[in-house]
């Protein structure tokens, strides 16, 4: 097994040194790329700086010379993220471990997120407790707070780094005893306000021999079925919970960029969608709400997360922008539309019953949506058990249809 350290050797090679000792007295290769600009490495790397510059178009003495911090950041990620594709794709590569500051957790990390999920990766980094939704991604990568500066190895420093260096081993090490399902694989979407729809569908889905792999819409997790449907890992989508659109262009704090729902369209993954959630807009605390948007409606979910009703006029756009990424699907498509209400929170009697909103945002989508895409209406709520299941049906006959069942 061998166990890629990805660090700066020039200011950090004491740290680094420590922790490739460490794994090499456990029986583990280690293999160490230097991300280092500033000096000359500490000891001879397995990877040189300039070995990763040049992965990345340019070369170690063009940085120095240059001096320019954020062209030398860019240029190192970039490299990195290259070299450990290479070493994966070879079988050199079990697993990553990082060590550093703002700066090579920045590079360190972008190169974790350039492998497969299932990968270990193992960050310990100054960062590790304030936001580190840059660093993680949508990937698994873990973090641990070094407490300390990574300067200088002292009793702290050393019993941080070696539980990194440990924990490697046992990754890398360690074949997790389970079984892996040979069956086409669904990803699903899900909010709490939608729970009950997915929970109905993904039973159905599993009693007719799929797995099931449901990620949480809060931006993050949209973005990871993305990435996975392009990896072809997803086989096919009920995408039951569309809500990141609404953050995404409301400009709520959940929001799965721009790219959300091209994935299954662009690899002609056959998709069952609808519009989970999407009457809200999702911030943190009620006091993190921006000003521009006080006199809205409000619905505190718990005290960390505020949910926002979505307008006539946000619902009619974002309907407009789902039914144009729909209708460039390349693969079967289809639309449900829960016409009594498209969360818990909005069926009549709820917070956010609106069906005014509710029908701006139908409307968009009907009038958008082109002949590729099939539209299916039913006089319930999206968490109504007739629902869920018609979803699940339609889903299971496209699979069946495209041999992928």
Same mark, same amino acid.
Not at 217 to 242: C, K, P, Y
Not at 270 to 285: E, K, R, W
Not at 295 to 309: A, S
Not at 319 to 336: D, N, Q, R, V, Y
């Given at each position: 097994?061998?166990?890629? $350290? ?12 420590? /922790? ?5 007295? @456990? ?23 300039? /070995? ?21 950041? &860019? ?19 079990? &697993?990553?471990?990082?060590? *550093? ?6 590079? /360190? ?20 407790? &304030? ?19 990574? @300067?200088? +190895? ?25 079984? $892996? ?5 669904? *990803?699903?979407?899900?909010? *709490? ?17 799929? %797995? ?7 931006? #993050? *997790?949209?973005?990871? !079925? =993305?990435?996975?449907?392009?990896? &072809? ?8 919970? #569309?809500? =990141?659109?609404?953050? %995404? ?13 091209? /994935? ?10 609808? #519009? ?31 949910? !926002?009703?979505?307008?006539? @006029? ?11 990424? +729909? ?28 069906? %005014? ?11 958008? +949506? ?6 299916? =209406? ?28």
């Amino acid at each position: 097994m061998t166990v890629v $350290i990805v660090g700066t050797v020039d200011t950090k090679g004491e740290e680094i040194g420590f /922790a490739r000792d460490v794994l090499e007295a @456990e029986g583990v290769e280690v293999h160490v790329v230097d991300t280092g600009v500033m000096g000359e490495p500490s000891f001879e790397p397995d990877t040189s700086a300039d /070995a990763v510059a040049r992965a990345a178009d340019t070369t170690l003495e063009s940085l120095r010379e240059d001096a320019d911090r954020g062209r030398s950041m &860019g240029a190192m990620s970039e490299g990195a993220a290259a070299v450990v594709e290479r070493l994966h794709e070879t079988g050199d590569l079990d &697993g990553v471990l990082g060590l *550093g500051g703002s700066g090579n957790t920045s590079i /360190a990390t972008t190169a974790m997120r350039a492998l497969p999920v299932g990968v270990p990766k193992l960050m310990v980094s100054t960062m590790a407790s &304030g936001d580190v939704e840059p660093y993680v991604g949508a990937k698994d990568v873990t973090l641990m707070y070094s407490v300390a500066d990574i @300067e200088g +190895l002292n009793r702290l420093s050393q019993r941080v780094i070696a539980n990194a260096a440990l924990a490697m081993v046992g990754m890398v090490t360690n074949e997790p005893d389970v079984e $892996i399902s040979d069956a086409p694989t669904i *990803g699903m979407t899900m909010f *709490g306000v939608t729970t009950p729809c997915v929970q109905t569908a993904r039973e159905y889905l599993e009693e007719q021999g799929y %797995e099931t792999i449901v990620f949480h819409a809060t931006g #993050t *997790g949209g973005t990871a !079925m =993305e990435n996975l449907i392009r990896q &072809g890992v997803i086989d096919g989508v009920l995408d039951v919970t #569309t809500t =990141e659109w609404a953050d %995404e262009f409301v400009g709520g704090v959940l929001n799965a960029g721009p790219d959300r729902l091209d /994935a299954a369209a662009e690899t002609g993954t056959p998709q069952v969608v609808s #519009t989970g959630a999407l009457d809200m807009v999702n911030f943190g605390p009620r006091e993190s709400v921006p000003d521009e948007f006080e006199g809205r409606e409000f619905h505190i979910h718990n005290p960390q997360v505020t949910l !926002m009703r979505t307008t006539p @006029e946000e619902n009619a756009e974002i309907g407009e922008i789902i039914a144009e990424k +729909l209708s460039a699907a390349t693969g079967p498509t289809a639309l449900f539309l829960p016409l009594e209400g498209v969360s818990m929170i909005d069926v009549e009697g709820e917070d956010f019953h609106d069906p %005014e909103a509710d029908a701006a945002l139908f409307d968009a989508l009907r009038t958008g +949506l082109g002949e590729n895409v099939e539209r299916i =209406e039913l006089e319930t709520d999206v968490n109504d058990d007739e629902f869920a299941l018609a979803m699940a049906k339609k889903l299971d006959e496209y699979m069946r249809e495209t041999g992928r069942a």
